[in-house]
């Protein structure tokens, strides 16, 4: 018999998700390693090498890296340094189970992460006193401020969310000015079609949706990508204007009184990229369009709409999507 398990380890992009499959004999020997409980009652050693390079590999050196060895508390134990010429940082501690760590420095965008000895595969966990998960070189990227703070984002105090005026009829949607086209708000420019519905019968049966749509605008749409979770800017610096955009996107959250959930929609975890405001030629090829990101969670209930964060571009087949407003609000402020 074997048992299919999912290693995952969060290191900014030092180490990669893995799925393979375990026999039960090792599952059974790592449900009784002891020494694991032992640490995490006690704590053990652990060492840990990051070694930092920014978006295109360059070491970074000076950086500063903090951390805490296990749950950030008040005698949690700590450590801080700076790397050096080639970007290399060693700590060296005692942990119950893990090690938080955040790496940051003028002109680059902060990475954090974390890595969960106690979660390790390895039989014993321990072995003289030392995590043996640990001791490892973790490739920290910094990814470079280049063009923050010149591309339109939402004017928003509090949470980026939208009330939808009415349901069941298309809206269209400013991309540029984050509104609703007149009567409704102060946009101008229909760059998506949005449209609602909501049903509410009970608590646990309702229907949600939102439909998206740009068929209104050429070569217009969207294409999904992941966030880069360690950094505090988690998407790409430049949109690609070979991509495949699709022109609609039909999302739905819905429960029924027997227990059946659907939930389709763009998750916290990633984003779309946007054309639209597209002008093509008189042989019908795309000539120009507008560029931005919507970054998930994307939510909605029938009545409103929200999302994480958001950049347009306003100048013409520039293809640079590196802004957003939480994304400057988070320069401000420490993240840990």
């Known amino acids: 018999m074997k048992i299919l398990v999912a290693l995952v380890c969060v290191s900014g992009l030092a180490l990669c998700c893995a799925a393979e499959e375990m026999p039960e004999e090792i599952f059974r020997k790592v449900s009784k390693d002891k020494t694991r409980w032992v640490a995490n009652a006690r704590g053990a050693k652990a ?60 002109g680059f965008y902060t990475s954090e992460g974390e890595v969960r000895y106690i979660d390790t595969w390895t039989v014993p966990a321990v072995k003289d006193g030392r995590w043996q998960s640990s001791n490892a070189t973790r490739r920290i990227v910094l ?55 909501g049903r509410k019968a009970a608590w646990n049966d309702f229907t949600s949706t939102m439909e998206v749509c740009f068929t209104n605008n050429p070569y217009a749409g969207v294409y999904e ?34 227990g059946q959930k659907t939930e389709r929609m763009l998750d916290r975890n990633s984003y779309l990229v946007f054309r639209t405001r597209t002008k093509i030629d008189d042989k019908g090829n795309l000539k120009s369009a507008h560029y931005g990101v919507i970054q998930g969670e994307w939510a909605f209930d029938g009545k409103s709409m929200r999302f994480s964060d958001a950049c347009f571009n306003s100048r013409e087949n520039d293809v640079d999507v590196e802004d957003g407003l939480i994304l400057r609000r988070q320069q401000d402020y420490e993240t840990w």
């Open 47 to 106: 060492t840990e090498r990051f070694c930092v390079v920014d978006d295109l590999g360059v070491p970074v050196p000076d950086a500063s890296v903090m951390g805490v060895w296990g749950t950030p508390s008040s005698n949690a134990a700590t450590f801080e340094g700076l790397t050096d010429s080639k970007g290399v940082f060693t700590a060296d501690g005692v942990t119950r189970d893990m090690v938080r760590y955040i790496v940051k420095k003028d």
């Open 143 to 197: 990814k470079r401020m280049r063009n923050i703070g010149k591309l339109a984002v939402p004017n928003c105090r509090g949470t980026i969310e939208f009330d939808a005026p009415v349901q069941d009829e298309w809206l269209p949607f400013d991309l540029e000015v984050f509104d609703w086209n007149a009567p409704y708000g102060a946009g101008k420019f229909p760059d998506v079609l949005l449209r609602f519905h």
């Open 225 to 258: 990508l992941k966030k880069d979770l360690f950094s505090c800017f988690k998407t790409v610096y430049k949109a690609d204007s070979n991509a495949v955009y699709r022109s609609s996107l039909d999302y739905k959250c819905a429960r029924t009184a027997s």
